[in-house]
């Protein structure tokens, strides 16, 4: 029952007096801070607790949990708080296979540019692209076919780039996914190469009037 209750009050976003509580799953606050996007609560956490602790059904770390529901500022949080990337789970799947479950194509390239192996298999001998065909993960199955494409490349230069960006520039986060979103449409076979072009030229207007915001 008590969990229950932090869990709610997590979820709301109001005061936690016992940072250091570990659920019946094991899993501890930063887990949940992750799952239901409390920022706040996981920068505070994060100071007192085990950020690569493994708990949850799926003996997941905290950055599983972020992975969920798709909570990219508290994804980015934990990486820039030096979360290991490199694990498992219960099931042996790594940070793709997950993403390529849900079809979490901003997670998957995000975790691709942190080096998480794409030909990593899980304990049934999946690789994450077996995960993507399996779950009809349009979006992941998309990108594996533009990598094929010459403009394939051009569009994960452009999504690592903005990546990276956002990153350093925490607080644009949004407009800088709302760019890649923009990107995508970019590469989209409905637009002839000559709008293509016109495209190109408007989002990487976008990032310098974005600087100068700065």
Known sequence: MEDEKIKKLVQNKKE???????????????HWAAFFNNTELLEKGIKKCD?????????????????????????????KNKANLQVVNKIGYNLLHLSAKYDYILCYLLF???????????FNLNLP?????????????SHKTNKKRPE????NYITAFFF?????FFNWLVLNV???????ELI?????????????????????VEMFMQ
């Open 51 to 79: 950020i690569n602790k493994i708990g949850g059904i799926y003996k997941s770390t905290p950055i599983f949990f972020g992975v969920y529901n798709e909570n990219f500022k508290s994804i980015l949080i934990l990486i």
């Open 188 to 208: 989209s076979k409905r637009f002839n190469v000559f709008i293509r072009k016109v495209l190109a030229v408007f989002i990487f207007f976008l990032f310098f």
């Open 129 to 141: 692209m077996d995960i993507a065909l399996r779950n009809s993960s349009k979006k992941i199955l």
């Open 178 to 184: 709302f760019i890649f979103l923009i990107s995508r």
């Open 164 to 168: 990276c960006y956002s990153i350093i």
């Open 112 to 122: 691709k540019c942190y080096k998480v192996p794409e030909n990593q298999k899980d």
């Open 16 to 30: 936690i007096n016992n940072l250091y509580h570990t659920f019946h799953d094991g899993t501890n606050i930063l």
């Open 152 to 155: 394939g490349n051009f569009l």
